[in-house]
Each structure stands twice: as C-alpha cells, then as structure tokens.
C-alpha cells in the first residue's frame, strides 16, 4: 500500500462547476499537507498549505484536511479553464525546509469552456 | 519569496556524454535542495535530498554515482547526468524553501539520443 493514495483521472468538468480532488494516506503521523499544481512540462506551483486538521481558504480554493479520517480535500470553486492542470497532494510528518515530501500521484484535471 | 531558478529547461545530449543540471535560490538561503525525476503522466520520485557543504542523501535504488549532487553554496545545487543513456531520458526537477511548502524549479526535460 502506498503511503499516499490519489485518483489519477482525468477528471473532466464543465466550466463554473465545483471540483473536489482528494487523497487519503496511510501514516497517522503526517502534520503538513500540501497541494501543488502542475501545468504540462513545467514544475509544480504551490497552491495551499495547510498544518493538522481544519480547513483553510484562498480565493476560489479551500483544503481540507481530516486527520481522523487520514483524507484531505481541495475543493475549486467557479472552476476555469485555465484550471486545468495535474493536481498534486503531498505532506510530511515535520515542518521546515528540510523534510522530504510524500507525494500523491496527482489527478489530471480538464475544465471544458 | 522562495524563488527557484532551474536551467537549462530543456536539452539534448549524446548518449555516453554527461549533463549538469542547475538549481539556484534567488532569494533566500537553501541549506537543503531536493532532486526529483518525473516521467511522462506519473507523479514526482524523489532521487536525493541535496545538503550544503555535505554529501547528499540518495533515495534507495538511485545510483550516486551516474547522478553526481553538488551543493557547495547556499544558493547553488547541481545535478550531474553522467555517461548519460536514453533510458535516463526525463523529467527533472529540484526544490527548496522556506519554513512552509517548497518551490520547485521551473524543471529540466532531458532527452538522451
């Protein structure tokens, strides 16, 4: 079993619909949790960064994250086509700049104009 | 803040010949660099976490030896590819960052022919 699960996809939604991408994981022990986005051929961007369980709001996307349930969510808001991109999850059981991350396998997302 | 500059972002070597791959902090101090390898539709795999002024640290099943990691200034880790063959033909990426998240390099896609 893989630490971290993730739907690859694709996921293919209308324009202006609400997306839900999500990942579980394995290690009761992660406290930071990330999701990055991935535009083809290019490094992935973060996106949300989140510490222990609770939700968090930028704009248009919010996390969520359940540590009871070992399951975190990115919800996107009035999705646009330029939204479309690999979404990536990743977390790690220390904070700072010198722990590796555990990463999903990323879902593909295409928001249809 | 936390910008990461990755050059060059595409390139083409013989096979048998070697490639350095650079990744700069522009605007803080990276005392540690991570390398990662992407091939095509898959997510990110961590080859080695970079440390400056000490060895790196490879991920089980990388050969240190073909992917040689220097990292001798707080702003400068260098990936070398050597006796490069087509099946080292990808996608690699370096990270680094602050207390929170990490940002990726705009990424190096490697063709070995």
């Known amino acids: 079993q893989k630490e971290v699960e993730q739907d690859p996809g694709p996921l293919s939604v209308p324009e202006g619909a609400i997306v839900s991408l999500n990942c579980t994981y394995s290690?009761?022990?992660?406290?930071?949790f990330m999701w990055y986005r991935q535009y083809s051929r290019k490094g992935p961007e973060l996106l949300m960064y989140?510490?222990?369980?609770g939700n968090k709001e930028d704009g248009r996307f919010t996390a969520q994250v359940d540590k009871s349930s070992k399951y975190i969510s990115l919800f996107i808001r009035d999705s646009q086509p330029s939204d479309s991109a690999t979404y990536l999850c990743?977390?790690?059981?220390?904070?700072?700049?010198?722990?590796?991350?555990?990463f999903g396998t990323g879902t593909l997302l295409a928001v249809q104009p | 803040g936390a910008v990461v500059s990755q050059h060059p972002s595409w390139v083409i070597c013989k096979s048998g010949t070697s490639v350095k791959i650079e990744c700069r902090s522009l605007?803080?101090?990276?005392?540690?660099m991570f390398w990662y390898r992407q091939f095509p539709k898959q997510s990110l795999m961590l080859m080695a976490t970079?440390?400056?002024?000490?060895?790196?640290?490879?991920e089980q099943g990388v050969e240190k030896d073909k992917f040689l990691i220097n990292h001798a200034s707080l702003t400068l880790s260098t990936l070398t590819v050597t006796s490069a063959h087509p099946e080292d033909s990808s996608f690699y990426i370096c990270?680094?960052?602050?207390?929170?998240?990490?940002?990726f390099g705009s990424g190096t896609r490697l063709t070995v022919v």
């Open positions: 990743a977390m790690s059981q220390y904070g700072g700049a010198t722990n590796k991350l555990i």
């Open positions: 290690n009761s022990a992660f406290q930071y």
């Open positions: 989140t510490y222990s369980s």
């Open positions: 605007d803080f101090q990276a005392t540690t």
């Open positions: 970079s440390n400056e002024g000490s060895k790196a640290t490879y």
């Open positions: 990270s680094g960052g602050l207390d929170y998240g990490y940002t």
